[in-house]
């Protein structure tokens, strides 16, 4: 939070006040049922370039969140500017959509050609690029993630892993500044989902994009450079993963439930083994007890 | 299920009829549909089986396997093709009871015959060398002058491709429901038509459910990546001529000046 005061606001790629979306139930006629109120007057910055981890439980709002920095929705209330453009400017709302992309979870459902390199064309095909350019930017996008040998495939007969990749690369062509991912590993097999977790890293380090990744599962956050805890349509909790993870007996009343090695940190400490805090990972955890031998 | 139809299926092959552009292949089959209707007399009817060997050659595809998805197909011509022997009037040459077989009977039958079967092989000579995002593409070029009238072309093109990507993963999840019904005890292969009728009833609620999901995932996703529908889009790879287009428009329209003469002089 200190940090985040000291930033001047043009380091902020993503910068939400009060920000809230009600969603409204009708009924047969049309009348309002009952309002769902999805995002409660959130205030939210985020950092250009760093890694941002979203998290809370079933329907606590993340998704509604990332439709809204994605201009997918326009926020029933208060302020909300992403890369610069604000989301109420009908005008601007493609560029955000090419500025922040978003990796869903089917990754079926999100692959819109059967031919990779086309799949990957679309969105860039969308803002009317010139097609020399465009076959650039797919060759380059393809590279990032490892999938250039198989442009010319059917997505069809890729891992869940791989299609996430692909998915991935089609908002790369876009070369957007901020990918979100909303719970895109939530769909694969435990090694699909580090090697998509390990892609959102590596883009994250070597290209300076900025990655919002939303999730269920703390463990996926502990690379993380900031996380916000949501509940209930409000960010409950912010601060770095440590601060965080230190914080079990919030995190539990909140739904959330701390990665297994963190617990066992924990355990361990409570039975009178002098670690220093919480770990993050095994190799963290081994090297504190190797200290201590 | 579906399993066995090459009609519409892709054959990869490196051939000259596998890099033209769609655009003529589509023009090529609609003059071949054309030349169906000109076919008559010997001399057009050799002409025209002469054109689809030499395309058949070049296309290399065998032929064993174009006709082998043919075969279901090849039962309906046949089926036609007997009403004409039946119905056709002329010179009585067998008579049983109410039916009788004539002599323009058989002929016509024949050509009929001939003539669905060229139609056949020609048209799927088209799909099996031309993959089904090219031939999409090729149509939405060739058809949009129609945007002028206000047809949606490219939106047409659009839900083609999402229909290509989309129909495989569909019949995926139905063999996967069907399995998962017949686990717990549905039958799909007894019992007359209408009690199997009623027993895909089960297999349709999950699948349109599904499908629905995968509809609204999928414009959400597609929304996400800046599309808006009747939006002007640019292309990754678009539609070239090269000088063999040409060329193969020139054969065509040889082809077609053909059968035309000779329809008029022979
Ligand atoms: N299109 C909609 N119409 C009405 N209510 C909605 C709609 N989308 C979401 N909601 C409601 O808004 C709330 C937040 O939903 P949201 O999808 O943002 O949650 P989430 O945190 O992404 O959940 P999950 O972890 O299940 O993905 C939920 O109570 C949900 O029922
Ligand atoms: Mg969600």
């Given amino acids: ?293 | 299920m579906f399993r066995n139809i090459t009609l519409g299926q892709y054959y990869p092959a490196e051939s000259v009829l596998h890099v033209l552009d769609p655009r003529v292949k589509l023009f090529g089959a609609l003059v071949w549909i054309i030349s169906i209707f000109l076919m008559d007399g010997l001399f057009s009817f050799l002409l025209a089986t002469g054109f689809l060997m030499f395309l058949i050659i070049i296309s290399k595809v065998p032929f064993s396997f174009m006709v082998r998805g043919l075969r279901s197909i090849m039962i309906i011509v046949i089926i036609a093709s007997v009403f004409n022997i039946f119905f056709t009037p002329g010179n009585t040459l067998v008579e049983a009871g109410p039916l009788k077989i004539t002599d323009k009977g058989i002929i016509n039958a024949v050509l009929m015959a001939i003539r669905m079967f060229y139609l056949i092989i020609g048209t799927s000579l088209m799909t099996l060398t031309t993959t089904p995002n090219n031939l999409t593409d090729g149509l939405s070029r060739s058809l949009s002058p129609l945007e002028k009238l206000r047809v949606p072309v490219t939106d047409i093109a659009m839900m083609m491709t999402i229909a290509l990507r989309f129909i495989p993963i569909l019949i995926e999840e139905t063999n996967k429901i069907m399995k998962a019904q017949m686990a717990r005890g549905a039958d799909f292969e007894h019992g007359g038509l209408i009690k199997k009728a009623k027993n895909m009833v089960p297999l349709l609620v999950p699948l349109f459910v599904s499908a629905f999901r995968r509809a609204n995932d999928l414009a959400l996703a597609m929304e996400a990546r800046c599309y808006s529908s009747g939006k002007k889009r640019t292309k990754l790879n678009p539609l070239k001529y090269a000088r063999r287009d040409a060329i193969a428009y020139i054969i065509i329209l040889l082809f077609l000046a053909g059968l035309i003469l000779m329809k008029i002089f022979l």
Avoid at chain 1, 67 to 76: D, E, F, Q, R, Y
Avoid at chain 1, 93 to 118: H, L, T, Y
Wanted: proline fraction near 3%.
């Fill in chain 1, 1 to 293: 939070m200190k940090e985040l005061a000291r930033k001047r606001d043009e380091d902020l790629i993503i910068k939400g006040r009060g920000l809230t979306t009600e969603y409204f139930r009708r009924d047969d006629e049309g009348n309002v049922e009952s309002i769902d109120t999805a995002l409660d007057h959130i205030d939210i910055s985020i950092i250009k370039g760093r890694f941002i981890g979203i998290i809370g439980h079933n329907g606590c709002g993340k998704s509604t969140l990332a439709k809204n920095i994605n201009a997918l929705i326009t926020p029933s209330e208060g302020s909300l500017t992403v890369c610069g453009m604000d989301v109420y400017d009908e005008e601007s709302r493609m560029k955000i959509r090419s500025m922040a992309g978003m990796v869903f979870q089917n990754p079926d459902n999100q692959i819109v050609s059967s031919i990779v390199e086309e799949d990957c064309a679309f969105g860039p095909e969308n803002l009317g690029i010139p097609s020399q350019e465009i076959r650039e930017r797919v060759d380059r996008a393809l590279s990032s993630v490892g999938m250039f040998e198989k442009r010319r495939n059917s997505p069809e007969h890729l891992s869940g892993g791989q299609k996430q990749r692909v998915a991935v690369a089609g908002v790369l062509s876009m070369e957007p500044e901020c990918i979100i991912f909303d719970e895109s590993t939530a769909m694969l097999d435990p090694e699909g989902r580090q090697d998509v977790l390990n892609l959102a890293h590596e883009l994250n380090e070597k290209k300076g994009v900025t990655v919002l990744w939303i999730t269920h599962y703390m463990e996926e956050l502990t690379g993380a450079d900031h996380i916000f805890v949501m509940d209930n349509g409000r960010i409950v909790m912010e601060g770095a993963p440590r601060e965080i993870f230190a914080r079990d007996e919030e995190l539990v009343q909140h739904g959330l439930t701390l990665p297994g090695i963190t617990l066992l940190s924990r355990l361990l400490k409570e039975n009178g083994i002098p670690l220093r805090g919480v770990s993050l990972s095994v190799d963290e955890l081994y090297e504190e007890l190797m200290a201590l031998w």
